[in-house]
């Protein structure tokens, strides 16, 4: 209850401003490093074969295992993230993967190597959601879809310095040399996370009493996890995300090169060039779509679906091309569309963000980060499969692609009308509220009236009240 005449306040807004710019970036480095370590694999891939002496299915276990790592990493990471902040999170990630990186430099056999891209992926999975949580700590919440645009085109420039630098190091001076030359990036992004980031600034971090009884309850873990997946916008999240990112990223993480070198008969330096374009095309179409939804919400869907769409006509029409290559054109377009799987797949964020509040936002972005990396996974594994089966028959072992989208796009279109209906009486009950708390009343309202009484909209019973507030801890 509050004294006549005097409403409660609402949450103030992270400030933003340098500051925040300083500390974000700070993250996004160590994201930006991860990246780079995660992606080297994509164009050492037929190095990784002669050094091993493995098969195609073999190679794909280094990817799958990582993406697996990751994957399952993911619902752990978002609940550590809501429960010990983002810097303990971000340097425990630090330090794993450039262990990995290390221990991928020097292992001398296939086991060992595994493991160390077992340990990288650990590492990675701590990255992004961190940093997601980061800018919602620092930034005003209707930031929050820039940023993580912002994040990920961050990324894929470390995907960009993997094919422009870390290939020719690569061939110049030897694996381990160029492996484990790059692992001292590690340490370079640990020093200033140790040193200078700080979970939020003062005065906007989460009351005390609040993460102590979260922490203390029991089944904590299960309602976060329960009560995240029952949102529609959750699951539509993950759904978007599984359908968008995996093409590209099963073209850049692995099976990229060795399509371009063995299939269609390119040199590595323009298989490497093609690669870059994918890149490249990423950076420039993140900009382009994080204008887009920032603009128009209703734009998320058929940005989402436009872009499945035409990445599966460019792989069919590649795929089916008479002759055993395809023209260089068509391979253009190919690489330029793979570009808009990433950008894509961040609207998934912009779907579970809204529809939790803030003591969820890491589990449910854990989630929804799930998608793209099982689809990722999945593929990576039937590629090697089909190819060590079909001797090497790329047009079979890439037809898998269509079977995920086909599966992805089903439940996209299940879901959409349930996650927008509801966000759409939340925004409804946000804006009543938003009117409640913040315009006194010109006079005393008799009890039981439409200011302080009643109860809330039953669709919006579970969901956050306050959407602007999702980037936010809560109060």
Not at 68 to 97: C, E, H, N, S, W
Not at 357 to 369: H, K, M, V, W
Request: hydrophobic content about 50%; proline content about 7%; aromatic content about 6%.
């Amino acid at each position: 209850m509050t004294a006549r005449g005097s409403a409660p306040q609402p949450v103030e807004d992270p400030p933003g401003g340098g500051r925040a710019v300083a500390v974000w970036s700070i993250g996004v480095a160590v994201y930006f490093v991860a990246v780079i370590f995660r992606t080297s694999l994509g164009v050492a891939g037929l190095d990784a074969a002669d050094r091993f002496h493995v098969n195609a299915s073999a190679l794909a276990t280094f990817s799958l295992l990582q993406l697996l790592v990751y994957a399952g990493m993911q619902i752990p990471v978002g609940l550590m993230v809501d429960r010990l902040g983002t810097k303990k999170v971000l340097t425990l990630g630090a330090v794993l993967f450039t262990a990995g990186q290390l221990g991928f430099a020097l292992s001398p056999s296939y086991g060992m190597a595994l493991a160390a891209r077992a340990l990288l992926g650990c590492g990675d999975a701590m990255t992004f959601i961190s940093v997601l949580r980061l800018g919602t700590r620092w930034f005003p919440a209707r930031r929050g879809p820039l940023m993580a645009q912002l994040a990920g085109l961050v990324g894929m420039a470390g995907n960009l310095v993997s094919t422009l630098v870390l290939a020719p190091v690569l061939h110049g001076v030897g694996w381990t040399a160029a492996f484990a030359g790059s692992a001292v990036a590690g340490l370079v992004v640990l020093v200033p996370l140790v040193l200078f980031l700080r979970d939020h600034p003062e005065g906007h971090g989460p009351a005390p009493a609040d993460v102590r009884g979260a922490a203390a309850s029991g089944g904590f873990v299960r309602r976060q996890i329960r009560e995240s997946w029952a949102e529609p916008g959750t699951r539509l999240g993950l759904w978007v995300h599984f359908t968008t990112q995996f093409p590209a990223m099963v073209f850049l993480l692995l099976w990229g090169m060795p399509f371009l070198v063995e299939a269609q008969g390119l040199s590595r330096t323009t298989a490497g060039a093609l690669l870059t374009l994918v890149v490249a095309s990423n950076m420039a179409l993140g900009l382009v779509y994080g204008q887009i939804v920032g603009r128009r919400q209703s734009a998320r869907i058929p940005l989402a679906l436009g872009t499945v769409g035409l990445t599966a006509l460019l792989w069919a029409a590649v795929l089916a091309h008479p002759g055993d290559r395809a023209p260089m054109g068509l391979l253009i377009a190919l690489c330029l569309v793979l570009g808009g799987c990433g950008p894509a797949s961040m609207i998934g964020f912009d779907f579970a963000r809204p529809a939790n509040p803030a003591e969820r936002q890491g589990t449910a972005s854990g989630i929804t980060n799930m998608g793209g990396f099982l689809a990722s996974m999945t593929t990576l594994l039937a590629v090697g499969v089909l190819l060590d089966a079909t001797g090497d028959d790329y047009r079979i072992a890439f037809s898998t692609v269509f079977v995920l989208e086909a599966l992805g796009v089903s439940q996209i279109l299940r879901l959409r009308r349930p996650a927008l209906a509801r966000e759409a009486a939340r925004e409804v009950a946000r804006e009543a509220a938003h009117h409640r708390i913040t315009i006194p009343a010109p006079a005393p309202v008799p009890a039981g009236g439409a200011v302080h009484g009643g109860a809330e909209p039953d669709p919006v019973s579970r969901a956050c009240p306050l959407p602007d507030a999702a980037g936010r801890e809560a109060p």
